[in-house]
Structure formats: C-alpha cells, structure tokens
C-alpha cells in the first residue's frame, strides 16, 4: 500500500483516520503535532514526491503553497461540512477531492482509495441509459445520438464519471475552462443550460443537470431522493 501523509489538527480525529488507514494496509506518517500552517506546507513541499497521497485539513493547506503542490502529490482535502466557502476555496486551489468533516470512514478509505489508486484510461462511461464516448468524442441516449458541443461534450463527460455528485461551480470551471475564478460562473451556467435543454430533448422522462443552487450541478438526481414532477420543479 502507498504512503499517505495525514494532518488533522483535531487529535482525537487524527488518530481514528491514522488507526484505521493502517489497518487496511496503508503506510502513514505524520507530520510534527506543533506544526503550523507554514511548516507544513514546507514539509510537504520538500517531500511531496515520496507520497502517494496527502490527507489534510483545509486550514493547512489554503494559501499559494496549494497550487504549487497539487501538481505533485494528490491532495485530498477536510472541511467543516458548513463551510461552503472552505470547500470552494479548497477546490479554487487545486484540491483534486474534498471531504466534509466529521466523515464516515468507509467515505475517508474510498476516497483514498480512488485518490492513490493505478490510475486506469477509461474510454467509455454509461450510466442510466447515456453512454459518454470518450475517443469518438460522441454522446448518446438510449443509442440516440446527441450533438453537442465540445464545451458541452467535455461539461458532460466530467459529470457523466459521477452523475450523482453535485459538482462545485468552482471545480467544474477548473476542469472544464481551466478557470480558477468564479467569474466565467455565467459562462457555465449558460452551457448547462444548453446541455439540459438537448439531454432533457432526448429522454424527457429524468431530471437532467439540476442545478443545486449555490452549489454546483449534478448529472442526475440519486436514485433515493424523490423525483420533481417536472424539469422546471427540478431547477426552480
């Protein structure tokens, strides 16, 4: 298992993710208890290369330093599950995952587990009757094709890898328009909107792309959340 540098500044939370990641297998290491955000940071920064992945909470990695390291190292990081503003600014920094505290395990363990894992090409996604090509850059519905876009392709080909998850505005923006500001927020509700009119075109009978509001956007709504009686109920 690859080595994972954990930093938690609440000890008791600390020490449940430190004792249950060795458990399943992973080599954890921590950083000095009296170390502050700038110690940290330099720390991580002189030996980023020797871990697969990094666990931290956000005050100890917002700042300049974040950009810089995310590039080198997976970063996966913690924030209150209040603070919308910490997650966006998380996100903004170049986090590739954030995780609300307090979390469930069985979440932190998968979470790093998809983080640290072999990172496999994948050229197809389906999910509930769309099919994303991703090499002949097409998109279909229930094998009717879709003409899109390649801002609209590339915006649904990133929510098609988890339809569920409510995508941050900020991290879409990143990925898609590799914007690090929420001023193109416009630019991207503009193409979601475009993007729910083809999707709910072809298959009028699901919620397509609901817009949770001050959030981000979501491909589909999960199975267990009841569904609105109508696009317009969806989004409103």
């Given amino acids: 298992m690859p080595d994972l540098l954990i930093a938690i500044t609440d000890p008791a939370l600390q020490s449940f993710a430190c004792d ?7 080599r954890v290491t921590t950083p000095d208890p009296d170390s502050d955000r700038d110690t940290f ?3 991580l920064a002189e030996h980023a290369e020797t871990f697969a992945g990094v666990v931290a909470d956000g005050d100890l ?17 913690l924030a209150p599950s209040t603070d919308e503003l910490a997650i966006v600014r998380l996100f903004q920094q170049g986090a590739q995952d954030v995780l609300r505290t307090p979390f469930a395990y069985q979440e932190l363990y998968w979470r790093v587990r998809r983080l640290t894992g072999p990172k496999t090409r994948v050229s197809r996604i389906e999910a509930e009757g769309l099919t994303v090509g991703l090499d002949e850059r097409r998109a279909y519905i229930n094998d009717r094709s879709l003409e ?12 098609a890898t ?3 998850r409510c995508f941050p505005k900020d991290e879409l923006l990143r990925t898609v328009w590799s914007a690090r500001s929420l001023g193109y927020s416009r630019t991207l509700d503009s193409h979601a909107c475009r993007l729910r009119r083809k999707l709910t075109d072809a298959d ?6 609901q817009n949770v509001w ?13 569904e609105a009686t109508s696009v317009r109920e969806a989004i409103a």
């Fill in 20 to 26: 249950n990641l060795t458990a399943d297998g992973y």
């Fill in 41 to 43: 940071q330099q720390h």
């Fill in 61 to 77: 990695l917002v700042g300049p330093a974040l950009a810089q390291l995310a590039p080198r190292v997976p970063i996966l990081g």
């Fill in 148 to 159: 899109l876009t390649a801002i609209e392709f590339k915006l649904l080909a990133v929510l």
């Fill in 162 to 164: 988890a339809p569920t």
């Fill in 204 to 209: 009028p009978s699901r919620i397509w792309m």
């Fill in 214 to 226: 001050g959030v981000g956007y979501r491909l589909m709504l999960p199975v267990q959340e009841p």
